[in-house]
């Protein structure tokens, strides 16, 4: 039988008829590639990983128990479909006790197989064929993607390190204020690091309601915070008129494989969110939902995954910082985020980089320390302290070693 017509019959969004054709690799598989080529050439020499953006950690043995529990009972092993209330009302607490936030249970909160999901369904929700999503550059593609899917555009806002990492929203030109329905911002921000203020967000909300913008947060790391009071977009006065939040488990409680989060926010926003997601999936087995409410009921697991995330960070900045790099920690997240050099001079001689991408594969090859660049507004690396190391004994050995594969070249930025 003749399939020729298969190729053919790809949707452009996908690639049309060109499909599985182009043979470009694209940026995390070009690491992966490398690291397989490096620990291939230095078998003896160990690979210090931080470009991982996940937890190392495992989940709490008590949110395991409740797992091994919740799946025994019978009435977990139906289709979850928007619910459960269990774990709205969990949610419900969680944010008022983290956040000073009030939501309704009922209306203002839908759990999300993750914050992934949540964000390729979004856009099905509001955007029309020739739509704007304003989005920030560098970022999670997920919702821009799936808005072009619909046939709409994304506008890319720059993340500059002149601004703090934040978005210059007067930027933004008329013509695309004019066609827009979305802005999605995600603070605290990866890859960059930066955490907004609050000054930011009352902005951002006030400048929502003159543009008729419906502001999207995608906050998988505001329980990951240091020092400063935890901040949600939904503490400004108005952002329950046009904005919704997003929040995982994965991050703040190491359940990154569990795949549970929610949507939070406006009543009408989260109605259509419920609308299509309901059309999309069956919603996380009710069991993991269970699990879920221990976890959000144990605010001790986040406050030692911080404690752990920051002493790791200022370790890892006076590394960086000895060697020469112009690191600086951060308020949240567990990445540092710190511009990429243009040159080393080292062992080997003076070898230059023109961009990050080009620099960190150069340092996966020649050190064994795998980072994840970004071009997208500059060149920078991101170094993730999500690293593989057991005990504080194991973090202090890793972070020494990077300091002593670093400190055999020196760089300008």
């Keep these: ?19 599985g054709t182009k043979t470009q690799l694209y940026k995390f598989e070009k690491i992966k590639q490398a690291k397989r080529e490096a620990q291939t050439a230095n078998p003896d020499k160990i690979l210090i990983d931080m470009g991982i953006g996940e937890p190392d950690g495992m989940p709490n043995p008590k949110v395991v128990a409740a797992l091994n529990q919740a799946t025994r009972e019978p009435h977990n092993q139906s289709y979850a479909d928007n619910g459960g209330a269990t774990f709205c009302q969990a949610v419900s607490k ?6 000073g936030v009030t939501l309704d249970p009922e209306m203002e909160i839908l759990h999300s197989i993750g914050s992934k999901a949540a964000l390729s369904i979004l856009p099905a929700c509001f955007i ?24 709409g555009e994304v506008h890319a806002l720059p993340l500059l390190e002149e601004n703090s990492f934040l978005p210059r929203l007067q930027d933004i030109p008329q013509g695309i204020l004019d066609r827009a329905k979305v802005i999605v911002v995600n603070y605290p921000n990866n890859p960059t690091s930066a955490c907004a203020t609050q000054a930011f ?31 949600s977009l939904l503490q400004v006065p108005g952002a329950m008129d046009v904005c919704i939040e997003l929040h995982s488990l994965s991050k703040s409680f190491n359940m990154t494989g569990w795949r549970l989060g929610w949507v939070c926010g406006n009543p009408q926003l989260i109605k ?11 919603g996380q ?11 959000l009921n144990m605010p001790e697991i986040t406050e030692g995954l911080v404690q752990k ?30 511009r990429a050099p243009k040159e080393a001079m080292g062992p080997k001689g003076l070898t230059y980089f023109n961009s990050a ?32 190391a057991p005990t504080e004994a194991d973090e202090i050995l890793v972070i020494k070693e990077l300091a002593q594969r670093l400190g055999q070249y020196s760089y300008r930025f």
């Design 1 to 19: 039988m003749d399939i020729d017509f298969i190729q053919s019959a790809f949707a452009h969004r996908i690639g049309g008829p060109a499909f």
């Design 94 to 99: 969680y944010m008022h006790a983290q956040f």
């Design 128 to 151: 029309n064929p020739g739509d704007v999503s304003i989005m920030t550059r560098p970022g999670y593609p997920i919702f821009g993607t799936h808005a072009q899917y619909y046939g």
């Design 201 to 231: 967000f009352e902005e951002l909300v006030e400048f929502a309601h003159r543009h008729g913008l419906i502001v999207i947060n995608d906050a998988a790391y505001a329980s990951l915070t240091f020092g400063d009071k935890k901040l």
């Design 272 to 282: 259509a969110y419920g609308s299509v997601k309901d059309n999309t999936d069956s």
């Design 285 to 295: 087995f009710l069991a993991i939902q269970e699990a879920g409410c221990t976890a």
């Design 309 to 338: 995330y920051h002493r790791r960070m200022e370790n890892l900045v006076h590394a960086l910082t000895s060697a020469g790099w112009p690191a600086k920690p951060s308020k949240g997240t567990f990445f540092v985020y710190v």
């Design 357 to 388: 991408e080009n620099f960190s594969q150069w340092l996966i090859k020649e050190m064994s320390i795998s980072t994840v660049p970004w071009d997208d507004a500059g060149a920078f690396v991101r170094f993730s302290t999500t690293f593989d």
